[in-house]
């Protein structure tokens, strides 16, 4: 019975997202939980072609993700796949109806990481775009389960929490992106002199990306709001210390939340939660 291969898959997705985050694992245990697998599903596929472009060094990236973008369209069109992690996201692409352009744009953008380059303004959004707000996208398909009306209402809003995520891993990741991939995200920005003017510039324009996410997570039916809110409540904390971490720090080190704040802050939500005050 294919059932139980099924499970399996979804098994090995859920490794996947508690191995790589405790802030998206927590975030999905607190949301109902016909949409906890789905969204598991969606963090393996994406963990997985990440990994490929920032971990396997020591391997042609340009075959493997190759290979992950053939393997992922044949298990789409097959409905099936002896990768467990391209099993459970091709049974959730079929279930929620997750649109083809969402996955070959997070590709692609997947695809601009092989190479080292400095990104302009328009190189910049089109990999805003691919590695974040469709992902965005696609999980705002699971949680809006097949209401069109929801869906559209939300999806500019959705695009922004993910590009809030993605632009705070940015700064988060500063050091190993500049000093060891060679990779620099914000255009226009000289990190050789980055200094607190250049580091603000970029805090402002994530804070607006925030300020919408926030509102759409609103509007979200309540049996995902939670979830979605405690992942966002974690980001803004994250947010927070880097704000208060001097740029040179941000350029050396890697800015964490500990665990035991992030247990805080899950109660404290849920105070609010709880009262409605979401």
Known sequence: MKELFDTV???????TT???????????????????DPIYSIYGFVRFADEIVDTFHDYNKQYLL???RKDTLEAIEQKISLNPILNSFQKVVHQFNIDMPLITTFLDSMEMDLNKMEYDKALYDKYILGSAEVVGLMCLKIFTNGNQELYDQLEYYAMKLGAAFQKINFLRDLQADYHVM????FPGINFETFNETEKVKIERDIEADFSMGYEGIKQLPKNSRFGVY???????ALFKKIKNTPAHRIMNERI?????????????SYVKHSLNMI
């Open 18 to 36: 508690t191995s790589y985050s405790t802030s998206f694992s927590l975030g999905i245990k607190l949301l109902d939980k016909q949409f906890r």
């Open 182 to 185: 060679g990779r620099t995200y």
């Open 256 to 268: 964490r939340v500990p665990d035991n704040e992030k247990y805080s802050l899950l109660l404290r």
């Open 66 to 68: 190759d290979k992950f």
């Open 9 to 15: 898959s979804v098994k090995c997705s859920k490794l």
């Open 230 to 236: 405690i992942a966002y409540v974690y980001y803004y």
